[in-house]
């Protein structure tokens, strides 16, 4: 049993000669190249290759090159991998063709109309949604109490509680409850009732 000789690849080739291959690949092929004519053969063409593009004038280009370039992958027809059958693809749709008939498929987008009413509704829930935001924020700012002014009267009616307020002071020994608005403070001795 032998062991096929191997070559280096074109790809690798072209990177050598430019000066594009890492340093551990570039010794590998310095390594090969010492031993494979085939190679050293190929290194020389690209070689010679690069200073015949380095020493050309300038390449006149098509006008038309690149809308030809661009047109092959709508113009092109390509065999289908199933047998006889040919796929070929036009500018706004691909078409299979074969033994059993042939059929399309439209590359052109369309807009369904569930698209057009769903993006509707969510423009008239975002903006009904915005509209209660700004009455709710109008209605605190109409319900919140004034501030006073600099002379120091206030500048509109402060809202008084309608329920009277109570609260809790500590003060040892003794814990007084007073209610606001009562005239008469609850008074209670530790661990007593009131």
Known sequence: MSITESHLAQEAI??????????????RAAGHLSGCLQCR??????????EALHRSQEVAVPGDLLSRLCAIPFTAD?????GSGTL??????????????????????????????????????????????GLG?????????ATEAAGGASSGPVARPSVPEEHTEVVPPVVRTLTVGNASPTTSAPGGTP
């Open 88 to 133: 070929a693809a036009g500018p706004d749709s691909l078409t299979v063709s074969g033994a059993s008939g042939s059929w399309a498929v439209s590359l052109r987008p369309h807009r369904s109309a569930r698209s057009d009413t769903t993006a509707r509704w969510l423009r008239r829930g975002v903006t009904g949604t915005l509209a209660g935001l």
């Open 78 to 82: 390509v065999p289908g991998s199933g």
């Open 137 to 145: 924020f109008a209605a605190l700012a109409l319900s919140l109490p």
């Open 41 to 50: 053969m190929a290194v020389q063409a690209q070689r010679e290759a690069k």
């Open 14 to 27: 072209a990177a050598l000669v430019d000066g594009e291959l890492p340093p551990g690949p570039a010794r």
